[in-house]
């Protein structure tokens, strides 16, 4: 089986991870991966924030848990959030992002490096607080949040994955 079928099939969500930072070269590499998902038209919707500043981290954390009713850490304490937002003046801004999530976690897999898709990115940037973040970056457009991809050291063993359902394939031969 080739590497890249091989990551597809055993990449899984991970949903506790140790504190110690992700090397910026690693980071870096994942991110690197994001930027060549196909996007429609290569009109490259999406761009991506990559935030290893605590401060910066927790408050994202906060917003999402706010956004969940929460006020437990839905990032499960990864120390690195690739916030994906994509130009929602292009038509197929949310399906270039969801591209973008996807190259993200196959890459931090294959670097050993786990990583899960956490929603609710939508809600935070279309919020004052949101927005104010994107101003304080020097991000100006209308970007919706597609995404929130944790990155961090797993501290559990990987999940099993389960069966395949039954009726997921159909051939029309």
């Given at each position: 089986m080739s590497k890249v079928l091989e990551n597809i099939i055993t990449r899984r969500s991970i949903k506790k991870y140790k504190p110690d930072m992700v090397p910026k070269d690693i980071i870096e590499k994942i991110v690197e991966a994001g930027t060549y998902a196909a996007t429609g038209m290569n009109k490259q919707s999406p761009i991506i924030l990559a935030?290893?500043?605590?401060?910066?981290?927790?408050k994202l954390s906060k917003m999402n848990a706010q956004v969940m009713g929460s006020n437990i850490d839905?990032?499960?304490?990864?120390?690195?959030?690739?916030?994906?937002?994509?130009?929602?003046?292009?038509g197929t801004h949310v399906y270039d992002g969801s591209l973008v999530m996807g190259n993200l976690m196959l890459?931090?897999?294959?670097?050993?490096?786990g990583s899960c898709w956490i929603h609710r990115?939508?809600?935070?940037?279309?919020s004052e607080e949101g927005k104010e973040i994107l101003k304080s970056l020097g991000i100006e457009g209308e970007y919706e949040g597609i995404g929130n991809c944790v990155l961090g050291y797993a501290d559990v063993e990987p999940p099993k994955a389960g069966p395949r359902k039954e009726g997921y394939v159909y051939?029309?031969?």
């Open positions: 935030v290893t500043n605590k401060e910066l981290r927790d839905p990032f499960y304490g990864a120390p690195v959030v690739l916030v994906v937002l994509a130009d929602k003046n292009v890459a931090a897999h294959d670097l050993g490096i990115a939508k809600e935070m940037f279309e051939f029309v031969e």
